[in-house]
């Protein structure tokens, strides 16, 4: 079933091109170049609030989700993790949109959220990779992923699809709130069409990225970095890579660093900074001097524009293709599993069932 692979994970990082294409096909419409949702007939012209509820990788992608949708449709989104949900009373006010995020659609805490704001008369939308799942059935919108069985214990695939969906999910709201004309969906949908063959070109450093472990193995702690849509990547590359290489790592917004984490720095404290070359990439490049200066290692991962501007003095550096910043977080997703992926080979841990953890975490 791994086919030429040593692992599921490694077999589903690479399976992302073909199934983030398959999960778009129900989101995107070619014959007109427009975004559509599967249930077609679902108005959401009148939500005036979204409430993000998810656990983990999924709880990341709804962050992105949060900036996306903020940006583009000018709707509110809260989001919160499903364990501190339900406990902090939040306030669920007529007209309001709950959004579920779950691979598996079981996760007992997301399952109880959804309840919850059920419950309390939200519209409820679910976006899970199991189609039959209780989270699905309990919807009264499921916008379904296409990533196919995920086994690896640590998600990948079904984190890339979750973005797919919600990106189309976002350009939907704007479209039905009159924030988006016609001309600005079909560049959406330009952007959106163009993954696969981005995920492929980010595939492409699969080599490099296994060489790099290396210098990343020997670390007891690891910093990630990332500010704005890429500030949940940062989040999700300390995740993956404390799931299955059992080193600590943490994700920090690029900013915050000089704040508290800046104290940890030393030779033995690599950072990976995730930095598009963009409007706010020079603020980048001075959080990544205030490490060096400190004697810290960077690994710079930006597009060929960031690394010719900052890439002088990082121990390494990994060159993504220029992308719309929409689809970033996707790109950059890959990266950052490979490299937990490959350190964690080098590591000689058990990648697909990591310590400790479950696939679908049923009790609360
Ligand atoms: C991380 C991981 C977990 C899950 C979390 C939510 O690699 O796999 O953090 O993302 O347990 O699971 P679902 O998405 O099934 O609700």
Redesign the pocket.
Known sequence: EKGHYRHFMQKEIFEQPTVVAQTLRSYVRQIDQSVALPQIDFDLSTINRITIV?????FYAGMVAKYWIETFARLPVDIDVASEFRYRDPVLEPGGLALF???????AD?LAALRHCKAAGQTIAVVVNVPTSTMAREADLLLPTHAGPEIG???TK?FTCQLAVLAALAAHLAVKRGRMDRAEETAVVNNLVEIPSCLNAALAHDDEIAAMAHLIAPARDVLYLGRGQDYPLALEGA??LK?ISYIHAEGYASGEMKHGPIALIDEAVPVIVLAPSGPLFEKTVSNMQEVRARGGKVVLISDKAGIEEAGEGCIATIEMPEVHPLIAPLVYAVPVQLLAYHVACVKGTDVDQPRNLAK??TVE
């Open positions: 998810a656990c983990g990788t999924s995020i779950s691979q598996s659609g079981e996760t997301t214990v640590a998600s079904a995740l993956k799931e679908s975490v």
